[in-house]
């Protein structure tokens, strides 16, 4: 019996959000203004920003070293933790630990109803999830804002829009900021939300924990966004030192914000870890788990683990910055090497961490859509287990020019193509999965499949890349830029389409349109490809990245790219008409199962009830057995449910 | 259709789509892959670039091929048969292990073919860092004597030429030990001979890459990384700073050019001799340089000094006659 059987299995969702004022409620669910929500997050965040900057002006205007050079970073510094101290205070994440701390007891911290506990700190998975599906899509949606700008200015060669520093600024944002929102994209809006419907749980390990990675996660929004007040970062995301040492504030947003994020990142990655490994259902052995949670565990097991390095990483770089240790100056007995390997061994795990989520996804839904078995189930959870393994131990491939010890290279190279195995294994138990099968080509296919069409294309490059001599020329080049925007962009961003496309109907309870859907995927699958093949090219040809000046043979090139950029922004702008048309505009009330899928997340009521499941399922067999007559329903959920869950899944086999 | 003559279908058509994608890369597109044939290390990286072509083509073939023929055959239509279920979906054993076998013999065997041409080819052009164990015959000994200062170069002899690379932001320069140590702003190469770069910085890290040469390796500050080359063919080439090191990276670029060894050596002796009073100024020639006490990387040196010092100060250049 699994902890998540706490509650008494008869408890329904209507007497578990009763409605109402209720007394002795905690300051983040009472209704009204007078409580705690985004609002006051807002207020105690910006006054937090201004004692802060006040108490670093005053404490360390007179530093040597800050009167010298009149920048004061102290300021800066204390200024955005404050400001994340009082986010974090206004939306009501610390009163638990604040109060546990003066030994009280808080009050009732069941969500509150109505659409007003998607603003506060609510402890429901569910609405983590789609505060996240929102929070992504902002960071997407700025990001990607920021890349037509980059697209703009390498219209021309040598004519400019922006000035230099302007131009890396961007460039900078752009990075980061797509980083930071890839760590999450899958993790935070559909990994929250679906593997406790998906294991069978009624929450998470750590609610708590929970919330607050995504109220974290927005801070850090919030600090690398600053940076462009600051006047940027001129670094990229990869932050080298010394160039980091010598930056302006704005890299102290830099620093600072992968450590806020990385705390996000971690925080869900532990949580995730912990419920995954925990709070299965009865039943639910390693080989009945959905592939879709293989991934995500391993995902989490990879945030848990690297992410330290990175915070650990940006720690050094602030004291670098605000008290003048030399942890990556190398006159001062630092190394910018130091900066190189923490970052990359973070880094590279990192990759995967915006890979494996999208595997997960492709894994969890071509089967429904083939009405197959998954082909291989173990040799796909070896794929991603494999994948999450090594990508620990790869991460100097990115140093293989860096004059790094020279003997291992080899080393590196050999672990970097070995990690192609594990990604075989996907597109082996993909391909099986659609053999003889009988596809239906609805919109999330549509993504899975433009997944293995990408994702080929970016792994297959990344094996040139790994190998040493090539490297020589392809490394820091376009090409580079444009393997791992087909891998991240084409490999997960997609994946992240299917999802959403395939799992909104469970989530909101409203179908997405298909007319819609099908003018959005052909849009951005033919400019995602237009936009970022010819950068191999160009690559090949000789153009580093970052730069704003290229040779002039070049232009056609990057005009067509840059052309194919701007068709792949308007995708996205159907997207998110279609987005508003379907859950706002016209919303069409989604059938209980629209996709006839056997997944566990698919048997609960619709909506989905507070505790997700009135009676903890028990798991009675593998996943995925479509097309086999008188298989077994996944889950028994006990006689006469009211979603009559268990009925669904035999229906589908007829 | 049964099983077996929809498969040989399929590898039909990937057998002759990969022979003649194959063919056409080999023979249409490889020989105008970048970086060319002006050193050895370019020829081979091409070379390896190719063969890393010719490998990854028919893998992306039988990809796509499966996966049109999936779209086009196995897709919800009338007509075509429910799919199979339980027991007979099942993956074979032997399909797994083929396939595990399969890619693990490629992928090996890739790692094993690019270890053998980085070291056969003394390093490929990469950066090999302070202690290069890969070098061409003589390259490692020219370089220890230019430190001492004895570096000597001639267009009879077969020495190699040793070019010390110093990134600035934001800007190139070189110095020829073998020619009084000068210091000038162009590369220039001669031909048929091994050069060894001493790649450095003064500031942040920047990169050094000579596209045609093919040869790529990071400038750190106060780190000697040591890459090699063997100029083929005379022309002209471009260097460009391949790592971000501030506002002005995009602009860090110039050219240079391999020249005939004579035609080099004048150009040597008469930029030495251009330039004499200016390598007066200069530090005694050295692997790395460390910022001076203006603060190179922008003040790292806070000691109270508002004047700043002079060249003399730092590097203690002797004063020019007046």
């Known amino acids: 019996m699994t902890i998540s059987a706490e509650r008494p299995t008869e408890a329904t969702a209507g007497t578990a959000t009763p409605a109402g004022p209720r007394k002795g409620s905690s300051w983040t669910n009472r209704p009204g203004w007078m409580s705690q929500h985004l609002g006051t997050a807002i207020v105690l965040g910006f006054l937090g920003y201004l004692f802060g900057h006040w108490w670093g002006n005053y404490m360390a205007s007179s530093y040597t070293y800050i009167a010298n050079n009149g920048q004061n970073g102290v300021a800066d510094f204390l200024g955005l933790l404050c400001m994340v101290i009082g986010w974090l205070l206004g939306i009501g994440a610390l009163n638990y630990p604040i109060l546990k701390l003066f030994g009280r007891e808080p009050g009732e911290e069941a969500p509150a109803p109505g659409l007003s506990r998607y603003f506060r700190y609510t402890l429901d998975h569910k609405v983590v999830g789609m505060q996240y599906v929102v929070g992504v899509l902002l960071f997407l949606f700025t990001g990607g804002l920021l890349a037509m700008a980059i697209r703009t200015e390498l219209l021309n060669p040598t004519v400019h829009i922006f000035n230099p520093g302007t131009y890396i600024e961007i460039v900078s944002e752009h990075g980061t900021i797509m980083m930071m929102m890839a760590t999450s994209i899958v993790v935070g809006p559909l990994g929250n939300y679906l593997v406790p419907l998906m294991i069978g749980s009624r929450r998470m390990a750590f609610p708590r924990i929970e919330a607050f990675s995504f109220w974290i996660f927005s801070a850090g929004y919030l600090v690398i966004f600053s940076a462009l007040f600051y006047g940027g970062f001129p670094t990229g995301w990869t932050g080298y030192a010394p160039l980091q040492n010598q930056a302006g504030p704005g890299m102290i947003s830099y620093l600072f914000g992968f450590a806020v994020i990385g705390i996000g990142m971690m925080s869900a990655g532990f949580n995730i870890l912990v419920t995954i490994v925990n709070y299965r259902a009865p039943g639910m052995t390693w080989s009945r788990v959905p592939m879709f949670v293989w991934s995500i565990l391993a995902t989490a097991s990879l945030l848990t683990l690297a992410t330290p390095v990175l915070f650990t990483a940006g720690l050094f770089g602030l004291l670098d910055h605000l008290v003048l240790t030399s942890f990556y100056v190398n006159e001062h007995g630092g190394s910018s090497y130091l900066w190189e390997n923490l970052f990359w061994f973070f880094g590279h795990p990192e990759v995967y961490i915006m890979a494996l989520p999208g595997f997960g996804i492709v894994a969890e839904i071509v089967p429904v859509f083939t009405r197959k078995p998954l082909f291989a189930y173990k040799v796909a959870a070896a794929g991603m287990m494999g994948v999450a393994l090594l990508s620990f131990f790869v991460w100097q491939h990115h140093l293989f020019q860096s004059g790094i010890n020279p003997d291992m290279r080899p080393l590196f190279m050999l672990t970097t193509e070995l990690i192609s195995i594990p990604t075989g294994f996907i597109y082996l138990v993909g391909m099986g999965s659609l053999y003889r099968g009988k596809m239906r080509l609805e919109v999330p296919m549509l993504f899975c499949l433009a997944l293995y069409f990408n994702f080929l294309i970016g792994g297959i490059t990344g094996v040139f890349l790994s190998d040493v001599p090539v490297n020589v020329t392809v490394h820091g080049s376009f090409f580079v830029l444009s393997h791992f925007h087909y891998t991240i962009m084409g490999g997960l961003v997609f994946a992240f389409m299917a999802g959403l496309y395939y799992w909104l109907p469970k989530m909101t309870g409203r179908m997405m349109n298909k007319k819609l859907g099908l003018w959005h995927f052909w849009t951005m699958f033919v400019f995602f490809n237009l936009t970022f093949f010819p950068m191999f090219i160009i690559g090949i040809l000789g153009q580093p990245r970052r730069v704003f000046e290229y040779a002039h043979n070049l232009q056609g090139l990057n005009d067509f790219s840059s052309i194919s950029a701007f068709c792949l922004g308007a995708s996205f702008l159907l997207f998110f008409w279609n987005l508003m048309y379907s859950m706002i505009i016209n919303p069409k009330k989604a059938p209980a199962n629209p996709w006839e899928s056997l997944g566990l997340e698919w048997q609960t009521a619709n909506p989905v009830p507070l505790y997700n499941f009135e009676r903890i399922p028990v798991i009675v067999t593998e996943p995925y057995r479509y097309s086999e007559p008188g298989a077994p329903a996944y889950a028994d959920f006990g006689g006469g449910s009211a979603a009559g869950a268990s009925t669904i899944g035999s229906s589908v086999q007829e | ?322």
């Open chain 2, 1 to 322: 259709m049964n099983n077996g003559s929809e498969m040989r279908r399929i590898v039909t058509a990937w057998v002759i789509v990969s022979v003649i994608g194959d063919l056409l890369w080999w023979f249409l597109v490889g020989p105008h892959v970048p970086p060319g044939n002006m050193t050895t290390s370019a020829h081979w990286n091409q070379f390896d670039f190719n063969i890393l072509a010719i490998t990854a083509l028919p893998v992306v073939f039988m990809v796509w091929i499966w996966l049109g023929y999936a779209v086009v055959k196995w897709r919800d239509k009338p007509g075509v048969p429910e799919p199979l279920g339980g027991e007979a979906a099942k993956a074979s054993r032997g399909v797994q292990v083929g396939w595990i076998t399969i890619t693990s013999t490629v992928v090996i065997a890739a790692a094993i073919y690019g270890t053998v041409a980085l070291i056969g080819d003394h390093g490929s052009g990469g950066g090999e860092g302070p202690n290069p164990v890969w070098a061409p015959p003589g390259a490692i000994a020219a370089n220890t004597a230019a430190l001492a200062g004895k570096a000597t170069w001639s267009p009879t002899g077969n020495q190699p030429l040793v070019v010390q690379v110093i990134a600035q932001q934001w800007k190139f320069t070189y110095r020829y030990p073998a020619f009084g140590g000068m210091e000038t702003d162009r590369l220039v190469l001669p031909v048929k001979t091994v050069v060894v770069f001493d790649v450095t910085s003064l500031d942040v890290i920047h990169d050094f890459w000579a596209y045609q040469l093919s040869v790529k390796a990071d400038a750190n500050p106060g780190v000697n990384n040591v890459a090699f080359a063997n100029t083929q063919q005379t022309g002209q080439f471009m260097v460009r700073c391949d790592e971000l090191c501030g506002i002005w990276h995009g602009a860090m670029y110039n050219s240079g050019r391999v020249l005939s060894k004579t035609a080099f050596m004048a150009w040597a002796t008469k930029t030495e001799a251009q330039n004499a009073q200016n390598t007066a100024f200069l530090p005694p020639f050295a692997w790395t340089y460390t910022p001076d006490a203006n603060g190179a990387s922008g003040g790292l040196y806070p000691d109270g000094n508002v004047t700043p010092y002079s060249p003399y100060d730092v590097y203690g250049a002797k004063q020019p006659a007046s």
